[in-house]
Structure formats: C-alpha cells, structure tokens
C-alpha cells in the first residue's frame, strides 16, 4: 500500500479533521478526500463518518490505526538509519517554519549559510501558524522552526535573542511630550498583526489591562507595516529590531510602550525524532551556525 496512503489515515484518525489533515501534510483538502477516497476502495470500509464536526473512525479504522501507525514509524526509522547524506551533492529538501519577520531576519543568513556547503540543497519555507506548530514538528511535517511563542511538547530548543516589542509611528506622530504616552496609544488607528504569527505578547498584555486599541487594520505579515504606517500615520507594534531597521528606510520613528510587556523570546526549535537522521542533524547544525 502507498506509503503516503497511510500517512493520510494516521492524520485524519489523530485529527479528526480533513481541513487539519491537509494543513499537516501540506496538500490540499481536495487531495485528502481523495486520497480518503481510495483508502476506502481498498480496505472496503468507509473508514471515518461523519459525527459533528470530527471525522470519526470505524470500528475497522480502531482496529488498523495502531498497526499502520507502528508501520510507520518503523519505516521512517529504517529509512533514516540506512540513508547516507552528503551536503556537497545532496538535493535534499528541508522544511522550515518561518514567520515573515523569521524570513526577514533569519533567512538570508541561512541560506548563506547552507549553499556555502550544500548548493543544491534546496530549503521550503513553510508559513507560521503557531496553533499547529507543536503538531507539525512532533510529527515531522516540519524539520525546524523559528518562533517568539512558547510551545507545548518536548522539543530540542535553542534561545536565540531576548529583545522587547516597541510602538512604530510615523516620523511626524505628534506627542504632546518626549515620550508616546496611553492617551495618544490609544487614540491612535492600529495597524494589528494576526496572533497566528506567534507574536502574542503584547495582546496578552493588553488583555490583562484591558487596553482595548483602535484598530484600523488586520494583517497577517509584518513586511507590510512600514508602507501602511508611514502613508497611513498609524500605530503598529513590532519587535525593537525590526523596527530598528526599517527606520534607515521609511520615514519613521519608534517609542516605548506606554505599557509593560514582557520580552519576547526567539527560539530555534528541531523536530521530535526518536533516531535523527544525518541529513537533519547536518540542517540543524547549519541552522545554529548561521543565527548563534
């Protein structure tokens, strides 16, 4: 049976959810129903049926879900132990998830870093959703990340920089004295960043406060604030040293939150693996070369 077939049952049985399947394995929905489709052809059972709003498994699909999933794992394992990797010649693929603000900051050094010794190597940036990215690396969806959000799991974890979050104006705001105060904060329009990317902070600080800001817009990319705030004169707030390096850009100014928050903690995290390949402690080592 197709390896990937299996992969397929293991994610619907464990999610319960063809939407949480696809964003697992990084095909679309369509694809899941479809590879569901063929799964049941075989076996001869429909597997999972609907119950709310899960997908619930079968008396037979309770019965497959332990075998399959041993099947698996010891195929990954066996796969791995043999598989040689040489950084000179290898095409290898690695998969790394990034916020915008990890592709910003983080990536050039990487890639630098991983052509200098590998130049075919080639490296899939896989979006930041912080909700699943616990799930992506204990089930090796995803080889590294980088995210400012603790995580829940066991996980090998590096601290790369503590930095704190600042207020990002345009260079004319106009304060009322050296410094932005709550007053102006909030009646400032803002331009908010998606929780999805990680960056929570700040909002949990607020939530605490409750500090409710004028939001102007929702975005789901950093990369997009310095147009908007400077041609919109609105309010933003983003890590010091991002915002540090657009003021050489844009016409631009930071200040201090009226308010504390506490630093943000950028971490590399490495996928769960009870046997690690030498393909990805060569991508693990290259990623802490290039960012420590």
Known sequence: MDLNLLRTFLSVYETGSLTLTARALF????SVSHTLARLRQELGDELFVRGGRRMEPTPLARELYPVFQESVSRIDLAVDSVRTFDPATSAYRFRLCLSDLGELGFLPQILRRISAEAPEVEVEVVPMEIEYLAEWLAKGSVDAAIASWPISGSFESVLLKREKYVCLLRKDFPLAGEHLNMAEFLAAGHA??????????A??????????RRSTVMVHHFAVLPAIVSECNLAAIVPESMAAGWLQQWPL?????????????VTLHRRAADRES??????HQALLEALT
């Open 27 to 30: 095909v679309t929905q369509p």
């Open 192 to 201: 908010i960043v998606a929780r999805s990317t990680g960056h929570q902070l």
């Open 203 to 212: 909002e949990q600080a607020m939530d605490a406060l409750g500090i409710v």
């Open 253 to 265: 100014k930071i200040e201090d939150l009226p308010f504390d928050v506490l630093p943000l903690e």
């Open 278 to 283: 030498a393909a990805l402690a060569w991508f």
